[in-house]
């Protein structure tokens, strides 16, 4: 069973930047992607990016594409999201998850972290 554990979250102030890693305990052959989702106070959880194990194609919502860049060492089993120019509705817990599929609908996350709070201060 793979286990997700999300760190870096914080509080900034608006402008600022924060890098979140998301620490697989082992990667899975049937683990496809690797997403990052966030989910604000209530608010559906959304979907943030996606990156590929393999070959590192990574795809973004539009509400981060040009200030947010995931990443990911596979020799670490570590997938990370560089947040940059922060605003405060990025304010939400992150998560990461994995997913067998390439997908950025939340049903086909399999795995999930217990995910990590961002505050962004205005």
């Known amino acids: 069973q793979v286990q997700l554990q999300e760190s870096g979250g914080g509080l900034v102030q608006a402008g600022g930047s924060l890098r979140l890693s998301c620490a697989a305990s082992?990667?899975?052959?049937?683990?496809?992607?690797m997403g990052w989702f966030r989910q604000a106070p209530g608010k559906e959880r959304e979907f943030v990016a996606v990156i590929r194990w393999s070959g590192g194609s990574t795809f973004y919502a539009d509400s981060v594409k040009g200030r947010f860049t995931i990443s990911r060492d596979n020799a670490k089993n570590t997938v990370y999201l560089q947040m940059n120019s922060l605003k405060p509705e990025d304010t939400a817990v992150y998560y990461c998850?994995?997913?067998?599929?390439?997908?950025?609908?939340?049903?086909?996350?399999?795995?999930w972290g217990q995910g990590t709070q961002v505050t962004v201060s205005s």
């Open positions: 082992v990667r899975t052959f049937s683990s496809h992607t």
């Open positions: 998850a994995s997913s067998p599929r390439e997908s950025i609908y939340r049903p086909d996350y399999d795995y």
